[in-house]
């Protein structure tokens, strides 16, 4: 089976083909970060204008790179949120005409499911349930994993993302957008324990996070004058690990069986935060996965991929495009404004 993906939720503009075998039969990712850059994030509005103009010809591009046409696919799988609602509905609605003109079957993807599921598609021996932390540019939660659509959410950030914290503190130190892989550079450079920085929520019994404190120290610490600018990015960066490690520590102690500790979304390429979750893993007797760096960030690959763990779905031509859509809706809701 073949399923194409589509990803259209914030600044990437990217189309997948992926089979049964988890092989990815082709692959493009047209990144606006030139465009937003001037800016020092993404703004929707050209998000959603560039995402109209690239994405037709980048499917048209896919499928040529992989010799295949819209008949050799099984399904139109795509990104229907959560994300920037302009950029989603392009996708979706160019996977609904490429649907309805093929007649193949329209999937409709939660985009954290996509990332929730793409250490399978690295992976063919991870099996459910696992314990997951996700960790991307809007989200910071930990789950178990019990199936496909199935999610129980452990704990979510109560103010800011993991990577959002990474974007602001790369703005900050002025390294521009986007700011992670920016801030893991610089941090290589600098000492880890020269700045004095806040865990938040450390120690505290609920599984959890919260880093809009640690961001406030960050600032603080830049206008005091009083410290280099790596040693500021590898004490945030050494900060923000501490704070996952007791987090998940504290949640992994909560929770029931798991096959594995699986790391997803944006931040999960941070070289250092994986080696620590390495470590977790092994302290909980639990084997570690991780995707390859290039699925972490958002990809089509992934949500083709979760198109082909939904195989047989076929979603209703009139599916709304979700600007929110939690993993597990039972969850408790947060305090704050994080989800
Ligand atoms: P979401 O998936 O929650 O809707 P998103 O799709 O914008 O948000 P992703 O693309 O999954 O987020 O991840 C992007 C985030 O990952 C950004 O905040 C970016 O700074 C962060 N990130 C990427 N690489 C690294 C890295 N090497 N170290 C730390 N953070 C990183
Ligand atoms: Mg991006
Ligand atoms: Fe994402």
């Not at 499928?63 to 099984?74: H, P």
């Not at 892989?181 to 959890?208: F, N």
Request: with cysteine.
């Amino acid at each position: 089976a073949v399923v194409l993906g589509i990803e259209s939720s914030c600044d990437e503009t990217a189309a997948a083909l992926v089979d049964g075998e988890r092989r990815i039969l082709a692959q493009r990712i047209a990144s606006q970060e030139a465009a937003h850059a001037p800016y020092g994030g993404v703004v929707p509005e050209i998000a959603a204008r560039a995402h109209a103009e690239r994405l037709a010809p980048l499917i048209e591009a896919t499928l040529a790179d992989a010799g295949m046409s819209l008949a050799d696919c099984d399904a139109i799988a795509a990104t229907a949120g959560p994300g920037l609602i302009g950029g989603v509905i392009v996708g979706l609605v160019t996977a609904k005409a490429l649907a309805m003109a093929s007649e193949k079957p329209l999937i409709a993807i939660n985009h954290l499911e996509g990332h929730a599921l793409s250490p399978r598609l690295a992976d063919p021996a991870l099996e459910f349930p696992y314990a997951l932390l996700l960790v991307s540019g809007g989200h910071c939660q930990i789950l178990r994993v019990e199936g496909v659509g199935q999610y129980q959410r452990l704990a979510t950030t109560i103010d800011d993302a993991l990577g959002e914290a990474f974007d602001k503190t790369a703005k900050i130190l002025g390294l521009g957008y986007p700011g992670g892989p920016a801030v893991e550079a610089l941090a290589r450079q600098g000492d880890p324990q020269a700045v004095p920085l806040p865990r938040p929520l450390k120690g505290s019994r609920d599984p959890h996070f919260s880093f809009a404190g640690l961001k406030s120290a960050v600032l603080r610490a830049h206008e005091s004058g009083e410290y280099a600018d790596a040693d500021i990015a590898a004490s945030f960066q050494q900060a923000a690990i501490e704070c996952i490690a007791d987090r998940l520590n504290r949640a992994l102690g909560k929770m029931d069986e798991v096959t594995a500790l699986v790391v997803a979304g944006g931040v999960a390429a941070n070289r250092p935060i994986r080696d620590a979750l390495k470590s977790i893993a092994a302290k909980h007797g639990l084997q570690f996965v991780a995707p390859p760096q290039a699925l972490c960030t958002d990809n089509a690959a992934m949500i083709a991929w979760a198109g082909i763990e939904r195989l047989g779905q076929s979603d209703p031509l009139d599916t709304l495009a979700r600007p929110r859509w939690p993993l597990d809706p039972d969850a408790e809701p947060a305090r704050g404004a994080g989800v």
